[in-house]
């Protein structure tokens, strides 16, 4: 039994080989160079203990996927792991291509294709934003006419806030649509009715086609303003008696019943929901995705459940047993231990000259940095791009809110980025 695995984050928050305890057989990794790079991290050689590890500079070109089908029959590979959402797809298709068990094309689409989640989810009674797929800038320009601003304009299959924009004037949306369409017609343009309020999402995971635990957190900023936001961004947990918790639970639900319907090859997965609380007190589905939550989600449902997200989907995809969260009295669905959360900083571009120490508060349940110092990095080309992210806990949301913001604090005071024509020392 060989296992293909598809890798488009870091390496070193990612332990596939402890993840996969009681594999024997091959596991191969195909990965993306900038996304170790960006991290700091050094291309690992024969020391990963991978039976193959290449590394592509472009992990989204045609290269990589002829590559997997090569590897998968030189290895035999009898499972291909995909975490990252931009990768599921491709995973599924290559599945699908051998025969493998696990999730096929038509299973993960809905998931991918944001027109096609909407109309399901509204077909089943799920209330989601007014969209369109404007195939021309007149179409786009129709929408507006017909639901005026502020307008949302995003792929249909894009992920990590990369190239959404949020449009409140009529100038704005002109230049937007005259980038967007500069080609000609298009049919992965999204435009959607701007939802106000809050974004709460849910997480989880699935096994045997139904809800396993799963959680409500709300995000403390807003996730499309990650180029601009240098402060600490906060994600909370929903506490149990919080009137939204058993609402978004229950939402979470019949979303997957929606996206996943009998007969759906999907039955073991994790997955992330996010959900507009709009001011009047209205759920608004905004999207799904059938993998685990990025930033530090996984570390946070640890946390609640002891049940590491990225390490369930890998086992479960590599065909091996999975350990899950443990029933309440009378089979009723997990409770978690305590609430959580993190705290993120974005990357930011310049010469890293000083980073913070991993903190030692005992309520901290994991630090990571995403770069080193000396370093000259980049700024944050999304929402999944940090600089450092942290998680606590606590007994309530209010006190983990509380924790959280002074570590996030701290971290900014223990960060020195300057710009690289300012320093003489620079000389990437």
Request: contains cysteine.
């Amino acid at each position: 039994m060989s296992v293909l695995i598809l890798h488009r984050n870091p390496l070193r928050p990612f332990p596939y080989l402890d993840w996969l305890a009681g594999h024997t057989g091959d596991v191969v990794v195909l990965a993306a160079r900038d996304r170790l790079e960006g991290a700091g991290e050094a291309l690992p050689g024969a020391e990963s203990g991978f039976t193959r590890l290449e590394v592509f500079d472009d992990f989204d070109g045609a290269a990589v996927d002829a590559r997997a089908l090569e590897l998968a029959g030189a290895f035999a590979v009898t499972h291909v792991v995909a975490l990252h959402e931009a990768d599921v797809l491709r995973a599924a298709a290559l599945r699908e291509r051998l025969g493998l068990a696990g999730a096929w094309t038509a299973d993960v689409a809905p998931y991918r294709d944001k027109a096609l989640m909407k109309a399901r989810a509204r077909a089943a009674g799920i209330e989601v934003a007014a969209h369109t797929v404007a195939h021309t800038a007149g179409e786009a320009d129709a929408f507006a006419a017909m639901h005026g601003f502020p307008l949302v304009l995003k792929e249909r299959s894009g992920y990590n806030s990369i190239g959404l924009r949020v449009l409140h004037h009529r100038g704005d949306f002109e230049e937007a649509l005259a980038s967007a369409y500069a080609a000609g017609g298009r049919d992965d343009v999204l435009v959607e009715k701007f939802v106000p309020g809050r974004m709460c999402h849910v997480d989880g995971y699935v096994a045997g086609g139904e809800v396993a635990a799963a959680w409500p957190s709300q995000y403390q900023y807003d996730l499309a303003s990650f180029g601009s936001d240098p402060g600490p961004r906060v994600d909370l947990t929903l506490d149990v008696d919080d009137p939204l918790t058993p609402r978004l639970l229950a939402l979470a639900r019949k979303v997957l019943r929606a996206l996943s319907p009998g007969g759906s090859r999907l039955r073991e997965y994790a997955f992330h929901m996010e959900v507009f609380h709009t001011p009047d007190d209205r759920l608004v589905l905004c999207e799904a995705a059938c993998r685990s939550g990025g930033a530090k989600i996984r570390e946070v449902f640890l946390t609640l459940f002891g049940v590491h997200l990225g390490q369930y989907v890998t086992r479960v995809e590599a065909g091996l047993p999975a350990d899950g969260a443990q029933a309440g009295p009378d089979g009723a669905a997990p409770r978690p231990r305590c609430m959580s959360g993190q705290v993120l900083t974005m990357k930011r571009p310049g010469l890293v000259r000083r980073l913070p120490k991993a903190p030692a508060d005992d309520w901290v349940r994991g630090f990571w940095l995403f770069a080193q110092e000396g370093q000259v990095i980049a700024p944050a080309a999304g929402s999944a791009d940090f600089l450092t992210a942290a998680v606590g806990s606590a007994p309530t949301r209010a006190e983990c809110e509380r924790r959280l913001r002074e570590l996030g604090a701290r971290i900014m005071a223990g960060t020195e980025i300057v710009a690289v024509h300012d320093d003489a020392e620079a000389t990437a």
